[in-house]
Every structure is written in C-alpha cells, then in structure tokens.
C-alpha cells in the first residue's frame, strides 16, 4: 500500500491550503480515512475523518468549520480543504487508512483516536506564519 500526501507549505494567517492524499495498492473506497496532525514529538491529533462512502465526517473541535474533509473515490484520493488557517494549525499533515473495512465508528472521540488506524502516510507540512 503506498500513501502519498501533497499540498503543504508555509502560509500567512487567514490563507487556505488543500492537501491531497493519493491511495493505490487497496479498495480505496473499503475504508474510512482520516487526516492527523502530527507535533514535534510525534503526537497525533486527529483533525478529521469520512466514511468510506463519503457520507459521514467528523471534525476536531479546532477546525471545524474552518476545514473540510473529502474523497473522491474514483481518483482513490482523499482531501482536506483547510480556511481561515492560524499558526495553532502549523504541523505534520498525517493521511491514514481505518484498520477495518466499510466501518464507521460514530463516536467522534473514537474515529479521531490514532489506535482505530493502520497505516499512515509520511505526512506533508504545513506552516502557519507571518
């Protein structure tokens, strides 16, 4: 399975970005996926995830309304738009595939937990300054 993220770079306060993840090697469209940020010390947070229809997300309380997770399943690739971007938002941007098949977890806690996720891109940056 290869996990290719893109899109990331330095921008000001209130710009925008969109990161893409690109899948192969799997049934893109079997699984849940989710974006996580990564700190300094390689903590996760979870930012946001969507069922593997597209039809269910949830957000972190930080972003929402501010970013916006989606896929499209026929380019296997999964995206996150990210608005009104502050330095808070700075870090590693992490892509990861559900541990299980066609599940979606409802607890917003749960389906943003690192442990529900088996494999992880190597992350794209994004960098929030003036």
């Known amino acids: 399975v290869q996990v290719s993220e893109s899109g990331g770079g330095l921008v000001p306060p209130g710009a925008s970005l969109r990161l893409s993840c690109k899948i192969s090697g799997l049934t893109f469209d079997d699984y849940t996926m989710a974006w996580f940020r990564q700190g300094p010390g390689n903590q996760r947070w979870g930012i946001a995830s969507?069922?593997?229809?597209?039809?269910?997300?949830h957000y972190a309380d930080s972003v929402k309304g501010r970013f916006t997770i989606s896929r499209d399943n026929a380019k296997n690739t999964l995206y996150l738009r990210m608005d009104k971007l502050t330095p808070d938002d700075t870090g590693l941007y992490v892509c990861a595939i559900d541990s299980d098949v066609r599940r979606w977890i409802m607890s917003r806690f749960e389906t943003l937990s690192e442990r529900n996720y088996a494999r992880w891109g190597q992350g794209t940056q994004v960098t929030v300054s003036s």
């Open positions: 969507i069922s593997h229809n597209g039809g269910r997300m």
